[in-house]
């Protein structure tokens, strides 16, 4: 009984807002697409009511003052389950395969205090069930603090807006290369530190000094090893934001770096542009950074470039035919005083395949691919991508960092084959599944360490409100 009264206030709020809706002539403004970082969703289209179409929309949008609908409350969440299966852990060298199901839950809260106050919070609990290995913290983590911030914005006009940040976030800059969000696992990545955000209509900036929380497996603090710092511009040559340009700098301070040189402590200061655009039926985005600092008694000389085109015919289905390539330096000599490995920092987990087996260092890749649009709610993609070491001085890394498979200068410098195929089906606006295969043929520097060929599959079903 006391639940139906509990529902009761709910279901009249819907029946009410829905005539207010029908009465309404008003043509309701689609909401907002739901954003690998929450924080960037915006609701406040909600405030009118001929917009809130949706069940959550009553917890999308919680006015506070009466008069002002800039002040509000927004509540958001998530539920995840995602399966995992390998035949072979790191290519089968000293692990066996394992299978396991990943579990992620999060809850947010966002309230704005007008136009130039915020406070942002997003609690998150990852959990790892049915595995044969012991699960890292960043799958096994029960409660933890995923986001935690206050904006404050001293600058705002009808155009431009600048936003100061101070908490804990989420950041991701361009394609991903560099810095992103880490969404196949449970914990993503989280930095503690500050922001300054500006925007107008050609340009974005955002600057940053921070140092990343650390993945302990429950709540804790920032890395005090590690501090990461840098400015991130784009430049829009169009109003639609389809052409345009970013450049960058990243600086990172490592007590404990990691490479097949050695250990220890590393400046590392990355310069880097990406040019992006779509035009007709063309679509491209290149990149490309050079690295420079010192690394224990070495000094650091890296670069990387990335090729990623595509041409989409407006047919049905609409097939894409694309191309990807990517080169990151490896260290050719570790004797003569200069490293020259390239370091991907906080790159996006999946960047070549969701069997995530690679990092992009001391790595050349060439990925032929292709896409189809099944029907509005499912597509399909996949493709075919063949790897070479850059030096074959230098080690293959595994995506955490550490070294995977050692230098072996005598081996060959192919080191495999991954087929890719992919599925995406958009149920509705709140429910997803994805369903990914990859074969990866592993080559004879890999045999030669004791490796063999890895069959993985993952399907993920999320919830999201």
Same mark, same amino acid.
């Given at each position: 009984?006391?639940?139906?009264? +509990?529902?009761?206030?709910?279901?009249?709020?819907?029946?009410?807002?829905?005539?207010?809706?029908?009465?309404?002539?008003?043509?309701?403004?689609? @909401?907002?697409?739901?954003?690998?970082?929450?924080?960037?969703?915006?609701?406040s289209c909600l405030s009118n009511a001929a917009n809130q179409t949706d069940w959550f929309d009553p917890a999308k949008y919680i006015p506070i003052r009466q008069n002002d609908p800039s002040w509000y409350l927004?509540?958001?969440?998530?539920?995840?389950?995602?399966?995992?299966?390998?035949?072979?852990?790191?290519? $089968?060298?000293?692990?066996?395969?394992?299978? %396991?199901?990943?579990?992620? =839950?999060?809850?947010?809260?966002?309230?704005?205090?007008?136009?130039?106050?915020?406070?942002?919070?997003?609690?998150?609990?990852?959990?790892?069930? $049915?595995?044969?290995?012991?699960? @890292?913290?960043?799958?096994?983590?029960?409660?933890?603090?995923? #986001?935690?911030?206050?904006?404050?914005?001293?600058?705002?006009?009808?155009?431009?807006?600048?936003? =100061?940040?101070?908490?804990?976030?989420?950041?991701?800059?361009?394609?991903?290369?560099?810095?992103?969000?880490?969404?196949?696992?449970?914990? @993503?990545?989280?930095?503690?530190?500050?922001?300054?955000? !500006? +925007?107008?209509?050609?340009?974005?900036?955002?600057? #940053? =000094?921070?140092?990343?929380?650390?993945?302990?497996?429950?709540?804790?603090?920032?890395?005090?090893?590690?501090?990461?710092?840098? &400015?991130?511009?784009?430049?829009?040559?169009?109003?639609?934001?389809?052409?345009?340009?970013?450049? %960058?700098?990243?600086?990172?301070?490592r007590k404990d770096g990691v490479y097949a040189s050695g250990t220890g402590d590393e400046h590392r200061h990355s310069l880097g542009s990406r040019q992006f655009g779509l035009w007709h039926n063309w679509d491209?985005?290149?990149?490309?950074?050079v690295q420079v600092g010192k690394f224990a008694d070495e000094s650091i000389l890296a670069w990387t470039a990335s090729f990623d085109s595509g041409y989409t015919w407006q047919i049905p289905g609409k097939p894409?035919? $694309?191309?990807?390539?990517?080169?990151?330096?490896?260290?050719?000599?570790?004797?003569?005083?200069?490293?020259?490995?390239?370091?991907?920092?906080?790159?996006?987990?999946? %960047?070549?395949?969701?069997?995530?087996?690679?990092?992009?260092? /001391?790595?050349?890749? &060439?990925?032929? /691919?292709?896409?189809?649009?099944?029907?509005?709610?499912?597509?399909?993609?996949?493709?075919?991508?063949?790897?070479?070491? !850059? +030096?074959? /001085?230098?080690?293959?890394?595994?995506?955490? $960092?550490?070294?995977?498979?050692?230098?072996?200068?005598?081996?060959?410098?192919?080191?495999?084959?991954?087929?890719?195929?992919?599925?995406?089906?958009?149920?509705?606006?709140?429910?997803?599944?994805?369903? +990914?295969?990859?074969?990866?043929?592993?080559?004879?520097?890999?045999?030669?360490?004791?490796?063999?060929?890895?069959? %993985?599959?993952?399907?993920?079903?999320?919830? &999201?409100?």
């Open positions: 009984m006391r639940r139906l009264l +509990s529902i009761l206030p709910v279901a009249l709020t819907f029946a009410t807002q829905a005539q207010d809706m029908k009465n309404s002539q008003e043509i309701p403004s689609p @909401p907002p697409s739901y954003d690998m970082l929450r924080f960037n969703e915006n609701y927004t509540f958001g969440g998530e539920a995840r389950e995602r399966f995992e299966s390998t035949d072979a852990l790191n290519f $089968g060298i000293g692990a066996a395969g394992d299978s %396991y199901l990943l579990q992620r =839950l999060g809850l947010l809260s966002d309230l704005h205090l007008g136009d130039r106050v915020r406070f942002f919070v997003e609690g998150i609990s990852g959990l790892e069930i $049915g595995n044969r290995e012991a699960a @890292p913290p960043v799958q096994r983590d029960p409660i933890d603090l995923a #986001f935690a911030f206050m904006d404050v914005v001293p600058y705002l006009t009808a155009e431009e807006q600048l936003t =100061l940040r101070m908490g804990r976030f989420g950041m991701s800059f361009g394609a991903g290369r560099l810095v992103a969000t880490r969404a196949p696992v449970n914990i @993503p990545f989280r930095f503690d530190g500050f922001e300054a955000l !500006y +925007s107008s209509p050609k340009w974005e900036a955002t600057a #940053f =000094l921070t140092q990343p929380a650390l993945d302990s497996g429950h709540i804790d603090s920032e890395d005090h090893t590690t501090t990461f710092w840098g &400015l991130y511009l784009t430049h829009w040559f169009d109003a639609p934001h389809l052409l345009g340009v970013d450049l %960058y700098y990243f600086g990172i301070h491209w985005n290149t990149e490309e950074v894409r035919l $694309g191309l990807k390539a990517n080169v990151t330096s490896g260290d050719t000599n570790p004797h003569d005083g200069e490293l020259q490995t390239f370091d991907a920092m906080y790159f996006k987990s999946g %960047y070549f395949n969701d069997a995530t087996l690679l990092r992009p260092e /001391n790595i050349m890749d &060439l990925h032929p /691919n292709a896409s189809f649009q099944l029907s509005r709610a499912v597509s399909l993609d996949g493709g075919a991508d063949w790897f070479w070491r !850059y +030096s074959r /001085n230098d080690a293959v890394y595994a995506v955490p $960092g550490f070294i995977a498979i050692p230098a072996l200068h005598t081996a060959s410098s192919f080191v495999g084959t991954a087929l890719d195929l992919n599925l995406n089906w958009q149920l509705q606006r709140h429910l997803n599944l994805q369903a +990914s295969y990859v074969h990866f043929l592993s080559g004879n520097y890999i045999h030669e360490a004791g490796g063999r060929d890895v069959n %993985y599959v993952s399907t993920t079903l999320s919830f &999201l409100f």
